[in-house]
């Protein structure tokens, strides 16, 4: 009766776990990672429609990095590496009709870093640019930024609160100024 009762026991044992073809992993809902394009928060009406004017919170280079939270996007001052910035702007604003672009980055904790010219979009194919996908369609200006720029001269050690940088860009065009603010874009360390 023993003999019968443990051969029972295995057999059920056997039976269960090789008949049910799901496995642990398949009980348990899958954990989902967005992908760097399902994180931005630029507004815009649809992926594939004009989205509305603003400082694009995703950089290509010198890696791929969704911008907005200084605790998780951090560049490295003091690399010779260029970062590329984008601001879209409404489809109406042409490359004549611009009269200054500049993006401004400013130490939230100390003021202005420095100022940048933006470059409109048909430059690009002139430089070494790696444009998001999303932005093919889209009108949109860029600066290039050489991080050695950030370089802090004090050698101040890596802080989010005082190394966070927030991202201005100012617009004047014949159809109207334009005046757009991304706080706490990032933070850089050295």
């Given at each position: 009766m023993?003999?019968?009762?443990?051969l029972?026991?295995?057999?059920?044992?056997?039976?269960?776990?090789?008949?049910?073809?799901?496995?642990?992993?398949?009980?348990?809902?899958?954990k989902?990672?967005?992908?760097?394009?399902?994180?931005?928060?630029?507004n815009?009406?649809?992926?594939?429609g004009?989205?509305?004017?603003?400082?694009?919170?995703?950089?290509?280079?010198?890696n791929?990095?969704v911008?907005?939270?200084?605790?998780?996007a951090?560049?490295?001052?003091?690399?010779?590496?260029?970062?590329?910035?984008?601001?879209?702007?409404?489809?109406?604003?042409s490359?004549?009709?611009?009269?200054?672009?500049?993006?401004?980055?400013?130490n939230?904790?100390?003021?202005?870093?420095?100022r940048?010219?933006?470059?409109?979009?048909?430059r690009?194919?002139?430089?070494?640019?790696?444009?998001?996908?999303?932005?093919?369609?889209?009108?949109?200006m860029?600066?290039?930024v050489?991080?050695?720029?950030?370089?802090?001269?004090?050698?101040t050690?890596?802080?989010?609160n005082?190394?966070?940088?927030?991202?201005q860009?100012?617009?004047?065009?014949?159809?109207g100024?334009?005046?757009?603010?991304?706080?706490?874009?990032?933070?850089?360390?050295?």
């Amino acid at each position: 009766m023993k003999k019968l009762f443990h051969l029972v026991l295995i057999a059920s044992i056997i039976f269960s776990t090789t008949s049910c073809s799901k496995s642990v992993n398949d009980l348990v809902p899958e954990k989902k990672t967005a992908s760097p394009e399902k994180k931005l928060v630029v507004n815009q009406s649809s992926k594939f429609g004009q989205m509305s004017p603003g400082i694009y919170n995703f950089i290509t280079q010198p890696n791929e990095t969704v911008l907005g939270d200084p605790a998780t996007a951090v560049l490295y001052a003091g690399a010779d590496e260029i970062a590329v910035f984008y601001v879209i702007i409404p489809s109406e604003y042409s490359e004549a009709s611009i009269k200054s672009a500049v993006l401004t980055m400013v130490n939230d904790a100390t003021g202005p870093v420095s100022r940048y010219d933006l470059m409109y979009m048909d430059r690009s194919s002139n430089y070494d640019v790696v444009v998001p996908e999303e932005l093919i369609n889209q009108s949109y200006m860029f600066a290039m930024v050489n991080l050695k720029d950030l370089r802090d001269p004090d050698g101040t050690v890596y802080n989010p609160n005082s190394n966070s940088v927030s991202l201005q860009a100012n617009i004047k065009a014949e159809e109207g100024n334009l005046n757009l603010q991304l706080r706490h874009a990032f933070s850089y360390i050295q």
